[in-house]
């Protein structure tokens, strides 16, 4: 079946063959931090150094990694697909971006990263957005105020508002295809878009993982091994 309309979740397991380690899973980014003191505005606000430090290492190690198959295979099928193509992003990386660097992409294709980006920086008293590659604390003046103690990392921490949420509700409920990738669905509200597809529209939806996630009941179809072999064949089919 050709569909028109696909939105495509991804989350830390599809870059986890890029050597970007998840969240969950054993020895990942969470091991020896708790959630409360990286990744939230309250830890920020508790010790800046501390979360700082959590994020420069990350958007260090981006210098390391390049997109893997299943980036690719996705970038692959967007540059053919006639319909519209929203890849809606968990992860804070840029490996998608990575992925279609140098392909000018067709107008239905988008991304969305609405937990935020670690390449960008935001300015605390004035909201604006930088892209950022290098390493911050509070001594870094942010460019709009030139003043020190006034920039955060682009992310966005647990019990603040996930980014894009009206533009995605309007693809969640006109998709003809919903496909999770790499993700735990241990997270809300994404964690809640396969149920929001299934009330609001009428989108197929499937789950790609390594394992079932807390939500695969939901899901009409999956598909389980690592995204490096199952994204690439599954879009060749699609
Ligand atoms: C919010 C940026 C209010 C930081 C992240 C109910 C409704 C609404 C909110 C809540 C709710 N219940 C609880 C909440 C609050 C909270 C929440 O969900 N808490 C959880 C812990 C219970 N949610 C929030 O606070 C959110 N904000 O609610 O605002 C609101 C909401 C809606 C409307 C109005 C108001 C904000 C959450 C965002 C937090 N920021 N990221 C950073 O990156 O440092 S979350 C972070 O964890 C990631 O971004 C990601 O989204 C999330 C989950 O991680 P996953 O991507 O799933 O990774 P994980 O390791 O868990 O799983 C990896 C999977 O990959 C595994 O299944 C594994 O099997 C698989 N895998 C591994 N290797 C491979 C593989 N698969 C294939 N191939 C492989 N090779």
């Given at each position: 079946?050709a569909?028109?309309?696909?939105?495509?979740?991804?989350?830390?397991?599809?870059?986890a063959?890029?050597?970007?380690?998840?969240?969950?899973?054993?020895?990942?980014?969470?091991?020896?931090?708790r959630?409360?003191?990286?990744?939230t505005?309250?830890?920020?606000?508790r010790?800046?150094?501390?979360?700082?430090?959590?994020?420069?290492?990350?958007?260090?190690?981006?210098?390391?990694v390049?997109?893997?198959?299943?980036?690719?295979?996705?970038?692959n099928?967007?540059q053919?697909?006639?319909?519209?193509?929203?890849?809606?992003?968990q992860?804070?990386?840029?490996?998608?971006?990575q992925a279609?660097?140098?392909?000018?992409?067709?107008?239905?294709?988008?991304?969305?990263?609405m937990?935020?980006?670690l390449?960008?920086?935001?300015?605390?008293?004035?909201?604006?957005?930088?892209?950022?590659?290098?390493?911050?604390?509070?001594?870094?003046?942010?460019?709009?105020?030139?003043?020190?103690?006034?920039?955060?990392?682009?992310i966005?921490?647990?019990g603040?508002?996930p980014?894009?949420?009206?533009?995605?509700?309007?693809?969640?409920?006109?998709?003809?295809?919903f496909v999770?990738?790499?993700?735990?669905?241990?997270?809300?509200?994404?964690?809640?878009f396969?149920?929001?597809?299934?009330?609001?529209?009428?989108?197929?939806?499937?789950?790609?993982?390594?394992?079932?996630?807390?939500?695969?009941s939901?899901?009409?179809?999956?598909?389980?091994?690592?995204?490096?072999?199952?994204?690439?064949?599954?879009?060749?089919?699609?």
């Open positions: 079946m569909y028109n309309h696909i939105v495509i979740l991804t989350g830390a397991g599809i870059s063959e890029s050597g970007l380690s998840t969240f969950r899973d054993a020895g990942g980014l969470w091991a020896g931090h959630i409360e003191d990286v990744a505005p309250e830890g920020f606000a010790d800046a150094a501390l979360v700082h430090h959590f994020y420069n290492l990350r958007r260090a190690q981006l210098n390391e390049r997109p893997n198959a299943a980036h690719l295979a996705i970038a099928f967007a053919t697909h006639t319909g519209t193509l929203t890849v809606i992003t992860n804070v990386d840029d490996l998608h971006e279609t660097n140098g392909h000018d992409m067709p107008q239905g294709y988008s991304l969305l990263h937990h935020g980006e390449r960008k920086a935001r300015c605390l008293a004035t909201e604006e957005i930088f892209k950022w590659h290098d390493t911050m604390d509070a001594s870094t003046p942010c460019p709009c105020c030139n003043k020190p103690k006034r920039l955060r990392p682009h966005v921490w647990f603040e508002m980014l894009y949420m009206d533009l995605i509700g309007h693809h969640l409920r006109r998709c003809d295809l999770s990738i790499g993700t735990s669905g241990n997270v809300y509200p994404a964690a809640g396969v149920q929001q597809v299934r009330s609001t529209g009428n989108g197929h939806t499937i789950e790609i993982n390594m394992e079932p996630s807390q939500g695969h939901l899901f009409h179809e999956k598909i389980y091994g690592a995204a490096t072999q199952t994204i690439p064949e599954f879009f060749i089919n699609l």
